[in-house]
């Protein structure tokens, strides 16, 4: 082999280590972001199993980005005057122990001392008794009590015509008597059927665990039965309601919007395993009348709020969820929220070692999140109008938002793409334009918490009973969750509330539905929930 052979060969060999040694690096590089990537998940993961689960950040110590010192110091300002802060006590408030017992029905327990221990020690003679004196106040709890009622009819009758008529058949006239909620079921009354619905939807209790402490209590009411009993109660009494409120909400210009899953059974056409969903609409805040209403779908498309909403062309508050950009064709205006968007860079904050957080990039984006947070607690100290808060936001969170969306662009070639970062900077660059129309109306919110808050009671109680067991009853329990929500949004105790519909509904026409809706003065007086005798007092 002469030397350019050799030259030839050492070459070759050199350029293949070269290609080699690039395809190594190359390999190394994507297994270190594929490490950092697992290390990301790890970190987050055991901050949300053991962390605080609270996304909250400790303010305003940490809202320090804008530099404020320097950007408002005026060195030509004249120095504060000190003034002297005089302190005066404050009158003792009532305890809250005292307010405790207030409104609660008192029985007292008298201790006297037996007829042959009432001598004096001294002398001998008769004691008497001179004063009580209250050792202590406990609250007494009676469990639930289950009574027999007998619904009896009066029969009348003429004593004239039983004398002096031939007739073979006398008249007769009989009372009046409500009709049951549910007919031939024997024992379901109105307070039964209330309280099995309100354990379920409103304390997330099963219907199997109701069956075992029925039982405890001698009570054999079988959950099928119970199932059978709330399905016919949505179907036939809550539904009407249920389609009034439905026009009440769409009344409304502002709404918000949330969905989630739910597991069916046994379904015709689909599988135990496949996902069906809940969604959930509500009212904004400064509606008058609110309204919550849950509605059962097998899918998640958006012909489903498209159907639900179907002539709404108001403002609609949602997440990041594509599936509701098909409503901007009907003059819907979509609001998303921020605290998603903060939820991302917090979780992209948590994703860091606890040392380096105060430094990451993600630090900034959750800084700029929580200053517009900030700004719309200060509104709300301020009592500010609509108006008010809308020139505020103008004035105030618009530089801080255009600020921030700055940043995030200039951030997008630079962060990681599968990263937490790059998750939580892209998330907030494509949803832009729908995160900035929380400026186009004071009465706006700045996230979406309403819907979410509202549809956590589901979400709760679906942990316990994990599924529904066939359409029908996932029709049922979005009825009545939506009756049940949107009583508790106006003020009324559940159980109360359900009380009082399933004793008027079996007995009036549909004409007078309108009288049973949650915001009617009658309903309000029987049904509220109570307020603290302190609050009125000071009211």
């Not at 070759?12 to 490490?35: F, G, H, P, S």
């Not at 409503?327 to 070692?353: P, S």
């Not at 938002?401 to 939580?424: I, R």
């Amino acid at each position: 082999m002469n030397n350019n052979e050799r030259i030839a060969g050492l070459q070759a060999e050199n350029n293949q280590l070269k290609n080699e040694n690039e395809r190594l690096a190359d390999e190394n590089a994507k297994l270190k972001i594929l490490n950092e990537h697992y290390l990301e998940q790890l970190r987050l993961a055991v901050a949300r199993r053991f962390g605080a689960s609270s996304e909250k950040t400790q303010l305003p110590d940490q809202l320090n980005l804008f530099n404020e010192a320097e950007t408002l110091a005026d060195e030509n300002a004249a120095e504060p005057e000190f003034e002297e802060v005089v302190v005066r006590r404050r009158k003792k408030s009532k305890g809250k122990r005292k307010e405790f017992y207030e409104g609660l029905p008192t029985e007292r327990i008298v201790y006297e001392l037996p007829e042959d221990e009432r001598t004096c020690p001294d002398c001998g003679g008769g004691l008497h008794a001179r004063g009580h004196e209250v050792l202590r106040r406990e609250v007494e709890v009676i469990p639930a009590q289950f009574r027999a009622v007998e619904h009896v009819q009066t029969v009348y009758a003429c004593r004239n015509c039983d004398q002096t008529s031939d007739a073979d058949i006398l008249p007769m006239v009989k009372s009046t008597v409500p009709a049951p909620v549910i007919s031939g079921s024997g024992i379901a009354s109105p307070s039964l059927v209330s309280y099995i619905i309100c354990n379920k939807y409103v304390l997330a209790l099963p219907l199997y665990r109701q069956q075992q402490e029925f039982e405890r209590l001698g009570i054999h009411i079988s959950r099928q039965t119970m199932a059978n009993w709330i399905i016919f109660v949505a179907a036939n009494w809550l539904a009407p309601l249920y389609d009034l409120l439905h026009e009440e909400l769409l009344k409304n210009g502002i709404l918000h919007a949330d969905e989630t899953t739910l597991q069916v059974i046994k379904e015709k056409g689909r599988t135990a395993a496949q996902k069906s969903y809940m969604w959930m609409y509500h009212t904004g805040k400064d509606a008058e009348k609110q309204v919550a209403l849950f509605e059962y779908q097998q899918t998640r498309e958006s012909k489903h709020p498209q159907k639900f909403l179907a002539g709404y062309s108001g403002f609609l508050h949602v997440d990041g969820y594509a599936g509701y950009n098909e409503l901007e064709k009907q003059g819907v205006t979509l609001v998303e929220c921020w605290a998603h968007a903060r939820r991302k860079f917090d979780e992209a904050v948590k994703a860091v070692k606890k040392e380096d957080r105060a430094d990451t990039a993600a630090n900034i984006g959750l800084n700029y999140c929580n200053k517009l947070f900030e700004f719309e607690r200060k509104f709300d100290e301020l009592n500010l109008t609509a108006e008010e808060r809308a020139e505020q936001r103008i004035l105030k969170s618009k530089p801080v938002a255009e600020k921030f969306f700055a940043w995030a662009e200039s951030m997008l070639p630079v962060a990681l793409p599968k990263s937490k970062l790059g998750e939580a900077v892209g998330y907030a660059v494509n949803q832009k334009q729908w995160l900035m129309n929380f400026l186009l109306d004071g009465r706006l919110e700045l996230s979406n918490n309403r819907a979410e808050n509202s549809i956590r009671p589901f979400t709760v109680g679906r942990r316990n009973w994990l599924f529904s067991f066939c359409k029908r009853g996932a029709e049922a329990s979005a009825i009545v969750y939506s009756i049940v929500e949107t009583a508790q949004a106006n003020g009324l105790v559940p159980f109360m509330y359900m009380n009082y519909l399933f004793e008027t509904l079996p007995n009036i026409t549909s004409s007078k539905l309108p009288d049973c809706l949650p915001w009617n003065p009658a309903v309000q007086e029987i049904c509220k929930i109570p307020a603290p005798k302190s609050d009125s007092k000071n009211n």
